[in-house]
């Protein structure tokens, strides 16, 4: 029998987020969240990419949320620029938290603009044990905010991607894995595009394979 997801709304800064959620029923599971790429090029939860890290994140027993920037589908408000985003994000791990008070590690992850709020997150929050970055667009973003990097984790990119130059790519990858204590994965999709298109299963490995690594003394 197929998991149960509950589809939902919960409290944000700028009013409801809609959102989808899962509840491992096994005790202390970690938890995870999921953001999805930018509103106003059409990113919501439901694309594609997040829904698949979100099923990756369920059938590797945790309890995940994944949920609607302000202003996207029924959730409140209107677009901020990324700050709003980023507080819409820590409210839904603030929410995630609450409801599984015994989790035993937690993990952000985001697609495309979602890996930018994902990483700004893991500057705010200590708790946080791992990331999961897909498709990050350094040559967009300023992501001098990483200096240092504070959490492990994984970024998964494109070789060929349409948006994102190959020197961006490296001068991040520069950036952030020679940290003490620190360990950032840099993963290549290979002849792929921004969005992964007809790479889900290269991509679903990559993604299963460095979490099942660090959840495996849970």
């Not at 809609?18 to 939860?45: D, R």
């Not at 990419?49 to 996207?72: A, C, D, H, P």
């Not at 590690?105 to 979602?114: D, I, K, P």
């Not at 709020?117 to 967009?140: D, H, K, T």
Request: hydrophobic share 35%; with cysteine.
């Amino acid at each position: 029998m197929k998991p149960k997801s509950l589809e939902i709304f919960i409290p944000g800064p700028a009013g409801r987020l809609e959102a989808k959620y899962y509840k491992n029923p096994k005790f202390g599971s970690p938890v995870a969240i999921v953001l999805h790429p930018h509103p106003q090029y059409g990113g919501t939860m439901n694309n594609r990419i997040v829904q698949l890290m979100y099923n990756v994140f369920l059938e590797n027993g945790f309890s995940v949320i994944k949920v609607n920037f302000r202003g996207v589908g029924k959730s409140d408000g209107i677009f901020d620029n990324g700050q709003g985003e980023l507080s819409d994000a820590a409210a839904a791990l603030d929410w995630i938290e609450r409801q599984n008070l015994d989790y035993s590690q937690c993990w952000v992850s985001g697609f495309s603009f979602g890996s930018l709020i994902c990483m700004q997150l893991i500057m705010r929050r200590p708790e946080v044990n791992n990331f999961i970055a897909l498709s990050p667009q350094p040559n967009v973003y300023d992501f001098s905010f990483l200096a240092p990097c504070p959490t492990s984790g994984q970024v998964i990119y494109s070789d060929n991607d349409e948006l994102v130059t190959k020197e961006s790519i490296i001068e991040l990858d520069n950036r952030i894995k020679h940290q003490k204590g620190v360990e950032v994965i840099f993963s290549k999709i290979k002849s792929s595009n921004h969005f992964f298109k007809n790479k889900e299963k290269e991509l679903t490995v990559e993604i299963e394979k460095y979490i099942k690594e660090k959840t495996a003394l849970i």
